[in-house]
């Protein structure tokens, strides 16, 4: 069966300082992986997305940026961290197969990050 | 642009009652699939259920059930003999493709408290 884990769980981090979350998939082969984040008392906005190693997306604007070195391994960072990227950072996984938007994604169980 | 919206920010109930969440999207795609999650205290987003857009039947599992109408393009949700285990942030998603990739927008979602 696949898993899909999540690295640190909680972090605290001055406002300045880099940022490194890690997520990594088991059980499946070139899956699509994805970043969300859910600030405090809203919903989940996509981060980042990538299909392939190497192939990254950006949805939104922002201080950070997204890596997949691996086939499994999806990574977001930050060189300088902002009060505003404070929030709950998940990381996604779907099928590679299919277009058409059917696909179920499955979370891992989240970052919590504070930037004090 | 698709979007979810989820009117109902909070919702508190005492246990057995039945309670409904109601989910509203916005979409000019004419395939498209939606879904319900569940996120508990611990913050992992739990799949409940996938609807795609030319299936108008009503589903039940167990004490849960989904009225998906697409005249009002409306997609809720019903617990029926709700459950203090049932209280959770609860989020409705629309999908569609990007890319290659599964692109979920997710209504602001609904806090829901089951009260003993």
């Known amino acids: 069966s696949q898993t899909i884990h999540q690295w640190p769980a909680t972090l605290v981090q001055p406002v300045g300082s880099p940022l490194s979350l890690e997520c990594t998939v088991e059980?499946?082969?070139?899956?699509?992986l994805y970043w969300y984040r859910q600030a405090a008392g809203r919903g989940l906005q996509l981060l980042f997305y990538s299909v392939g190693i190497g192939q990254i997306s950006s949805e939104v604007p922002q201080n950070l940026s997204a890596s997949r070195p691996q086939d499994r391994q999806f990574i977001l960072s930050s060189k300088k961290l902002l009060l505003s990227d404070s929030g709950f950072y998940l990381c996604?996984?779907?099928?590679?197969?299919?277009?058409?938007?059917?696909?179920?994604?499955?979370f891992g169980a989240g970052s919590r990050l504070t930037v004090l | 642009a698709q979007k979810v919206t989820q009117a109902q920010t909070e919702i508190s109930v005492v246990e057995k009652e039945d309670v409904t969440l109601d989910c509203v999207y916005e979409t000019r795609d004419t395939t498209y699939y939606l879904f319900w999650y569940k996120q508990p205290p611990s913050g992992e987003l739990v799949f409940l259920i996938r609807r795609n857009s030319f299936d108008e039947q009503n589903e039940i599992s167990g004490r849960y059930s989904w009225n998906f109408q697409k005249s009002t393009s409306s997609f809720n949700f019903t617990i029926t003999a709700s459950q203090v285990v049932d209280s959770a942030v609860y989020f409705c998603a629309l999908s569609g493709v990007i890319q290659g990739a599964q692109k979920l927008v997710f209504g602001q979602g609904t806090r829901l408290t089951i009260n003993p």
């Open positions: 059980g499946t082969s070139n899956p699509n």
């Open positions: 996604a996984w779907s099928p590679r197969s299919g277009g058409n938007g059917a696909n179920v994604l499955t």
